[in-house]
């Protein structure tokens, strides 16, 4: 039976983490981290684990790299859509297809998902499942790799 781990730190609270899907090792090594995380004051990187924000697998990866300072939440995505196209220079008719297309691919995340769930395997699915035409896809395309750094399609 998995317990999880529980561990109450002073400027987090009682941090409760469910492990059933993690190997014993990589549990006890997440341990390890989260200890050495409260033992040197990273605070705001165990409240992210706390809320959820991040994965224990996140956290476990950052920890391991001795990346565990950089570990910062991933700000939702409409706020940065509605920022862009406020203050993007853009023609008044490339505004508006790209606020369609945002509209439409929005409409298939979780409300509040987060910068980082769109992957390149996110949007596979997402257009292999839409019952659409091959030129809403490419329109819709366009924006979706332009919030997506780091992937390739």
Known sequence: MDRGLSIYSTGVGRLTIR?????????????RYIVRAVQEGHVGQLRLLK?????????????????????????????LIDQWLATADLRDS????????WK????????????????????????????????TLIVTERPFWRFSPGLRR
Request: aromatic share 8%; net charge positive; no cysteine.
């Open 51 to 79: 809320a959820r924000r991040v994965t224990p697998f996140q956290f476990l990866e950052a920890a391991r790299s001795g990346h565990l300072p950089s570990l910062r939440d991933s700000p939702p995505i409409a706020g």
């Open 19 to 31: 492990t059933k899907r993690m190997s014993r090792e990589a549990r006890n090594e997440l341990d």
């Open 104 to 135: 439409f691919i929005l409409a298939s995340l979780p409300q509040g998902a987060p910068l980082d769930a769109l992957t390149a395997a996110w949007w596979a699915e997402f257009a292999s499942g839409r019952q659409v035409g091959p030129a």
């Open 94 to 101: 490339s505004r508006t297809r790209y606020s369609q297309s």
